[in-house]
């Protein structure tokens, strides 16, 4: 019903934002994410938008870009996930996190989400990661956040990050850490040097 809307902020809350446009204030439900990449109040934002009707309520949800929203009707569509626990995520990790953490079956990344167990992380990446390279459309490369990372060399950099993970950390976690310190020419063991020492 609502593409976007783009109005005066009026109200700022931690996952709330109240939008005047023409003098209609529109209470519009958003991620921590999406609260802190808009203006403060009395500025002018624009918020793609999603209306949850349900037989006791009509909710109207909020993204700073379509690539949020397209993440959150893909979450919507798993068995078992609400609108409020899909902002709960978008809220948690970015939506370039959620869609790397589904390439990668990456479940203890999207179980450390509160709210979200191991069998509801699994069932997350079991029903969407078929999907994931045309999630809505979406591609890493919408997401400047891994796009724009080093052409190191990919073998490389994926047995690093195999390495990182058996150091604790989570796949998307590694990915983003080796990618954003390799060089093109630089081995495994380079790669899991320098981003051990990045990440003291």
Same mark, same amino acid.
């Given at each position: 019903?609502?593409?976007?809307i ?6 700022? /809350?931690?996952? $709330?934002?109240?939008? +005047?446009? +023409? ?19 009395g500025?002018?934002? #624009?918020?793609?938008?999603?209306l ?12 700073y870009?379509?690539?949020e #929203? ?18 709960q995520?978008?809220?948690? $990790? ?9 390439? /990668? ?8 989400i509160?709210?979200i167990g ?6 997350i ?8 390279? %045309?999630?809505?459309?979406? %591609?890493?490369e919408n /997401?400047?956040?891994?796009? +724009?990372?080093?052409?190191g +060399? ?12 058996d ?8 990915? #983003?850490?080796?990618?954003?310190v390799?060089?093109p ?5 380079? $790669?899991?040097? #320098? ?6």
């Open positions: 019903m609502y593409s976007f783009t109005g005066i902020i009026e109200e700022k /809350y931690e996952n $709330l934002i109240v939008l +005047n446009n +023409n003098g209609i204030g529109y209470e519009i439900i958003v991620s921590t994410n999406t609260v802190d990449r808009t203006q403060g109040i500025d002018e934002a #624009k918020l793609y938008t999603y949850h009707v349900r037989e006791d309520a009509m909710q109207l949800f909020g993204f870009n379509k690539q #929203k397209d993440v959150f009707l893909s979450l919507i569509s798993v068995s078992g996930i609400g609108a409020k626990t899909a902002i995520m978008l809220s948690s $990790l970015s939506a370039s996190e959620i869609v790397t953490a589904i390439m /990668y079956g990456d479940v203890k990344l999207i179980a450390s509160k709210g191991k069998k509801t992380a699994e069932r990446l079991l029903e969407l990661k078929n999907s994931i390279n %045309t999630l809505n459309g979406i %591609t890493l /997401y400047t956040e891994f796009s +724009n990372t080093s052409s +060399n990919e073998s490389a950099m994926e047995e690093a990050a195999n390495l990182m993970v150091m604790g950390l989570s796949k998307v976690e590694a990915m #983003k850490l080796i990618k954003s390799a060089g020419d630089d081995t495994t063991e380079i $790669l899991v040097t #320098k981003a051990l020492r990045n990440m003291n």
